[in-house]
């Protein structure tokens, strides 16, 4: 285990993973415009964002072969691929050949592969660090993703509009590509010995069966589903919002610009905390102060209310995204931590499409400070979940031995 926080491969991991954030956030902004100029279809970047966020639903599989498999190696595979992918649809934009099934496959597979990220990352982190320093790492590791996605936004706008949407294009690829090079330098320390052979699909059940057994794993298991489900009802209200207050798509920009502007200080916060910070009381806080954000915001009625709750709730995400990561990574048997991250991942992400169905259905009868206060008092419920029965069956430490 490596003895100091800032190794070599730590730093060249956030670096890496930096990079290509700002890569990925420049390319959201390029892809969107791309899609409404060759199509002039919202419903057409509907269905883009769709197949993005798909794969993430199967993520215990993907989660079963990263506890299976050497790490390195598919991560490397993974990014080469993203990244001549996107250098290719550069290519056929920059050339005008580039039509919407092809960017509908490129959406997909992009988004396959961030599926076999997610979880491979959350137990990478504690093999390439100190394990008194996992929440610094998370911190740091969280300030780095949402400060470049937010500067990857307001630069994709700027680049957009001057150059259009190619050159995104061309620089997420080289992201990627520099991020299967970077990887190349990073040591990632041997797993131990697996138990018993398996198959793959007892493994798959196994990691089920290790949310479903344990009551802090299945609580924030329901407790992802249901927060993400309503809070997606920001994603899909507050146009009608700005719209309402006279601050249209400026606003926009500006309330979740700011919100990411709050993970990313809450990011630099854990990593201040360090070793004093709890994950138990991360997410109990996190939780809590998440359901106020909204109840205020649901009674907020002009633009300067909303924008400094936005901040607040970007901190508090920050907050139990971290303490959730650190959970897992530390309480968690090394073996088990991919499938781990898979499953409560696809939990999380069934919540988002499921509740913009159900919303779609009744949003037009319904005011929408109630919709908002409604979600307020939804995560409020899987708070006082959390404290009632997850926050006091948390397991001892595990080591971070993989």
Same mark, same amino acid.
């Not at 090079?181 to 198959?199: D, K, M, T, Y």
């Not at 709050?262 to 102060?289: E, K, N, Q, T, Y």
């Not at 909204?294 to 901190?315: C, E, K, R, V, Y």
């Given at each position: 285990?490596?003895?100091?926080?800032?190794?070599?491969?730590?730093?060249?991991?956030?670096?890496?993973?930096?990079?290509? +954030?700002?890569?990925?956030?420049?390319?959201? $902004?390029?892809l969107? &415009?791309l899609?409404?100029?060759? @199509?002039?279809?919202?419903?057409?970047?509907?269905? +883009?964002?769709?197949?993005?966020?798909?794969?993430?639903?199967?993520?215990?599989?993907?989660?079963?072969?990263?506890?299976?498999?050497?790490?390195?190696?598919?991560?490397?595979?993974?990014?080469?691929?993203?990244?001549? /992918?996107?250098?290719?649809?550069?290519?056929?934009?920059?050339?005008?050949?580039?039509?919407?099934?092809?960017?509908?496959?490129?959406?997909?597979?992009?988004?396959?592969?961030?599926?076999?990220?997610?979880p491979?990352?959350?137990?990478?982190?504690?093999l390439l $660090?100190?394990?008194?320093?996992?929440?610094?790492?998370?911190?740091?590791?969280?300030?780095?993703?949402?400060?470049?996605?937010? $500067?990857?936004?307001?630069?994709?706008?700027?680049?957009?509009?001057?150059?259009?949407?190619?050159?995104?294009?061309?620089?997420?690829?080289l992201t990627?590509?520099?991020?299967?090079?970077? &990887?190349?330098?990073?040591?990632?320390?041997?797993?131990?010995?697996?138990?018993?052979?398996?198959?793959?699909?007892?493994?798959?059940?196994?990691g089920? /069966?290790?949310?479903?057994?344990?009551?802090?794993?299945?609580?924030?298991?329901?407790?992802?589903?249901?927060?993400?489900?309503?809070? =997606?009802?920001?994603?899909?209200?507050?146009?009608?919002?700005?719209?309402? /207050?006279?601050? #249209?798509? +400026?606003?926009?920009?500006?309330?979740?610009?700011?919100? @990411?502007?709050?993970?990313? /200080?809450?990011?630099?916060? =854990?990593?201040?905390?360090?070793?004093?910070f709890d994950?138990?009381? #991360?997410?109990?806080?996190?939780?809590?102060? !998440?359901?106020?954000?909204? &109840?205020?915001?649901? @009674?907020?009625?002009?633009?300067?209310?909303?924008?400094?709750?936005?901040?607040i709730?970007?901190?508090?995400?920050a907050?139990?995204?971290?303490?959730?990561?650190?959970?897992?990574?530390?309480?968690?048997?090394?073996?088990?931590?991919?499938?781990?991250?898979?499953?409560?991942?696809?939990?999380?992400?069934?919540? !988002?499409?499921?509740?913009? &169905?159900?919303?779609?259905?009744?949003?037009?009868?319904?005011?929408?400070?109630?919709?908002?206060a409604? +979600?307020?008092?939804?995560?409020?419920?899987? #708070?006082?979940?959390?404290?009632?029965?997850?926050?006091?069956?948390?397991?001892?430490?595990? @080591?971070?031995? $993989?």
């Amino acid at each position: 285990m490596p003895e100091k926080l800032w190794n070599r491969s730590f730093i060249l991991f956030w670096l890496g993973e930096a990079q290509s +954030t700002f890569g990925s956030s420049l390319a959201s $902004v390029a892809l969107a &415009f791309l899609v409404l100029h060759l @199509t002039g279809s919202p419903s057409q970047l509907g269905i +883009t964002l769709a197949l993005g966020i798909l794969p993430g639903i199967v993520s215990p599989l993907a989660g079963t072969w990263v506890d299976r498999i050497a790490l390195k190696p598919p991560l490397i595979v993974g990014d080469l691929l993203r990244g001549a /992918l996107f250098v290719l649809a550069w290519w056929m934009a920059d050339r005008g050949s580039l039509v919407i099934w092809e960017i509908y496959l490129l959406s997909l597979i992009s988004g396959a592969v961030s599926a076999f990220y997610w979880p491979a990352s959350g137990i990478l982190t504690p093999l390439l $660090v100190p394990e008194g320093d996992l929440a610094r790492a998370n911190g740091l590791i969280g300030m780095a993703n949402q400060g470049f996605q937010l $500067v990857g936004l307001v630069v994709g706008g700027v680049v957009v509009g001057l150059l259009g949407s190619a050159p995104s294009l061309a620089v997420d690829g080289l992201t990627f590509l520099l991020m299967a090079l970077l &990887f190349l330098w990073v040591a990632i320390p041997p797993r131990h010995p697996r138990g018993q052979p398996s198959s793959y699909w007892e493994d798959l059940g196994a990691g089920f /069966l290790a949310v479903g057994r344990r009551h802090f794993l299945l609580l924030l298991a329901v407790g992802g589903f249901l927060v993400n489900g309503g809070f =997606i009802a920001l994603d899909m209200l507050m146009p009608f919002v700005m719209q309402r /207050l006279g601050a #249209g798509p +400026t606003g926009y920009g500006l309330f979740f610009g700011l919100m @990411t502007g709050g993970m990313a /200080l809450g990011g630099g916060l =854990i990593a201040l905390l360090g070793r004093r910070f709890d994950d138990r009381a #991360g997410v109990s806080w996190g939780i809590f102060g !998440m359901s106020l954000g909204l &109840f205020a915001l649901s @009674t907020a009625g002009q633009l300067w209310s909303l924008l400094p709750l936005a901040l607040i709730l970007g901190l508090f995400i920050a907050l139990i995204n971290a303490a959730i990561s650190v959970m897992i990574q530390s309480r968690v048997e090394g073996e088990l931590r991919g499938r781990v991250f898979g499953v409560l991942g696809a939990v999380a992400s069934a919540g !988002m499409p499921l509740s913009l &169905f159900i919303l779609s259905s009744f949003a037009n009868a319904v005011p929408i400070g109630a919709v908002f206060a409604g +979600t307020g008092l939804l995560t409020l419920v899987v #708070g006082a979940a959390w404290l009632r029965w997850g926050s006091r069956s948390l397991p001892a430490l595990a @080591t971070a031995e $993989v």
